[in-house]
């Protein structure tokens, strides 16, 4: 199984990013897809997370209304649009598999930095 995440960078406060993260080696369609951020010195959290039946998404208070997630069964990917960012939006972003039988996979991470 393998969660291949791309599309982060270097942006100004303001602006707006697409993470993508294709999936491969896993029925796509089982599992519960969502994205995740670690800060140096922080701890992982939560913040998108999409349903793999009712396509039901969740956001923390601190990304809703900015980070959206959507995903496209047909190509096994699953997105996160990021818009309005904020220096503390400053992370590796990493994308998570879940099913409903408990197995869960990681992507590699990918960084994202807001920065003027």
């Known amino acids: 199984v393998q969660l291949v995440e791309s599309g982060g960078g270097l942006e100004q406060p303001g602006g707006s990013l697409r993470l993508s993260c294709v999936a491969s080696?896993?029925?796509?369609?089982?599992?519960?897809m969502s994205w995740y951020r670690q800060a140096p010195g922080k701890e992982r959290e939560l913040v998108a997370t999409?349903?793999?039946?009712?396509?039901?998404?969740d956001y923390p208070d601190s990304v809703k209304g900015r980070f959206y997630i959507w995903r496209d069964d047909v190509k096994s990917t699953v997105y996160l649009r990021m818009n309005s960012l904020r220096p503390q939006d400053t992370a590796v972003y990493y994308c998570?598999?879940?099913?409903?039988?408990?197995?869960?996979?990681w992507g590699q991470g990918t960084q994202v930095t807001v920065s003027p």
């Open positions: 999409i349903d793999g039946v009712s396509y039901r998404t």
């Open positions: 998570h598999a879940r099913n409903s039988w408990g197995e869960v996979y």
């Open positions: 080696g896993l029925t796509f369609t089982d599992y519960h």
